[in-house]
């Protein structure tokens, strides 16, 4: 059995969404140096629903599979259904990562809830803060 399936070679050797959004409505990014795996994700968003996404990730390739499938998932939502999406969602999509790597889709889930809680920041829009991780005391990077 293969140890990556072809959903994520795929993401991987073909990454959807990659860039930088210049003129982005919110700017997520989680992870570090000693994780090995950072990732940054630019939202643009009119009238609540996200008509671009765009990530830079720097990391092994389930990362960057993780951040181009979850970019994918989230594309054309509203923001409330952006914020449902959960590292387990985007593990399936990919059809499964191996255990040892299945903080990248963590990762992907995080970096995009940072990219919201920044729009609603920028925005002056009211959350709750326990919607959101706290990713500086994340338990897979310490």
């Given at each position: 059995?293969?140890?990556?399936s072809?959903a994520?070679?795929?993401?991987?050797?073909?990454?959807?969404?990659?860039?930088?959004?210049?003129d982005?409505?919110?700017?997520?990014?989680?992870?570090?140096?000693?994780?090995g795996?950072?990732?940054?994700?630019?939202l643009?968003?009119?009238?609540?629903?996200?008509?671009?996404?765009?990530?830079?990730?720097?990391?092994?390739?389930?990362a960057i599979?993780s951040?181009?499938?979850?970019?994918?998932m989230?594309?054309?939502?509203?923001?409330?259904?952006?914020?449902?999406?959960?590292?387990?969602a985007?593990?399936?999509?990919?059809?499964?990562l191996?255990?040892?790597?299945?903080?990248?889709?963590?990762?992907a889930?995080?970096?995009?809830?940072?990219?919201?809680?920044?729009?609603?920041?920028?925005n002056g829009i009211?959350?709750?803060?326990?919607?959101?991780?706290?990713?500086?005391?994340?338990?897979?990077?310490?």
């Amino acid at each position: 059995m293969a140890l990556y399936s072809e959903a994520v070679m795929d993401h991987f050797m073909h990454p959807r969404n990659v860039g930088i959004i210049e003129d982005a409505d919110g700017v997520g990014e989680v992870g570090n140096a000693k994780c090995g795996d950072i990732m940054k994700i630019y939202l643009k968003i009119e009238n609540d629903v996200i008509v671009d996404v765009k990530f830079e990730t720097f990391g092994c390739g389930s990362a960057i599979a993780s951040s181009s499938m979850a970019t994918e998932m989230i594309k054309g939502k509203s923001i409330h259904e952006a914020m449902t999406l959960t590292n387990k969602a985007v593990a399936e999509a990919l059809d499964g990562l191996p255990a040892h790597k299945l903080h990248c889709s963590v990762l992907a889930e995080e970096a995009i809830k940072n990219a919201l809680k920044d729009y609603y920041d920028r925005n002056g829009i009211a959350y709750d803060p326990k919607e959101f991780p706290d990713c500086e005391h994340c338990a897979h990077c310490e």
